[in-house]
């Protein structure tokens, strides 16, 4: 069965510097790969997702992803952050497209410090 | 202009009750989920309809019935409720696969939040 870990349950980073949180999967294929984003209170909102082709991954508010099949990483990238962008961040493995069953990893906490 | 709303946002009830949590999306999608999210943040399936048919059904007591009435609508119904159902309840949906919309993108509620006491 598909798995995916978020190494890191919460990161403090200062407002303006990068960030970077992990996601590994374990499938044997190449899944289906996205990132979620929830602020206190909200529903999930999709970052990013990669599917196939170029393995850096653009989406909203600044954020990227890049895909490193020999790692099984697929790691989100901000190279400034704002203190909008604390939240809970969700990896996610897709394996199934027909149904979009995703798993999803355990979360990372973002907090950000003046 | 709400794309899944969840309704009630905060459910506060008593052991052994049976209570429902209503969904509907007005995106025009064709499937729709339930997601339960423990304390801990941890988010897992529960249920998944395409078209008002169950395609996916994991592992959930079956005190939890969801009902899809038409497509734009996935209700939960929960009966006898225990105290480890206290969590809060995700509807999500997503547009067809494989179409010129078919992204794998799960579009979601703000959840409702469950609490038994």
């Known amino acids: 069965a598909q798995s995916v870990t978020q190494p890191d349950i919460h990161i403090t980073v200062s407002e303006g510097a990068s960030l970077e949180l992990r996601c590994n999967y374990s499938y044997g294929a190449t899944p289906y790969l996205f990132w979620y984003v929830q602020s206190p209170g909200q529903g999930l909102q999709l970052l990013l997702k990669?599917?196939?082709?170029?393995?850096l991954v653009q989406g909203i508010k600044g954020f990227e992803a890049e895909f490193k099949r020999s790692q099984s990483s697929f790691n989100l990238r901000k190279p400034s952050v704002h203190w909008s962008d604390a939240a809970e961040y969700f990896c996610?493995?897709?394996?199934?497209?027909?149904?979009?069953?995703?798993?999803f990893g355990t979360g990372t906490r973002l907090t950000i410090i003046p | 202009d709400t794309a899944v709303s969840q309704t009630p946002k905060y459910l506060v009830t008593q052991m052994g009750n049976d209570k429902s949590i209503k969904c509907e999306q007005n995106l025009g999608h064709d499937t729709m989920y339930w997601y339960k999210q423990d304390s801990k943040k941890f988010l897992k399936i529960m249920f998944s309809?395409?078209?008002?048919?169950?395609?996916i059904n994991e592992t959930v007591p079956n005190r939890f019935s969801p009902k899809s009435p038409d497509k734009a609508h996935l209700n939960l119904h929960i009966n006898s409720l225990e105290l480890g159902d206290s969590a809060v309840y995700f509807c999500a949906s997503s547009p067809p696969s494989g179409g010129a919309e078919g992204t794998g993108e799960l579009f979601f509620g703000e959840g409702s939040r469950l609490t038994v006491l």
């Open positions: 990669y599917f196939s082709g170029d393995t």
């Open positions: 996610a493995v897709g394996f199934n497209f027909g149904n979009e069953k995703l798993t």
């Open positions: 309809y395409n078209n008002k048919e169950l395609i």
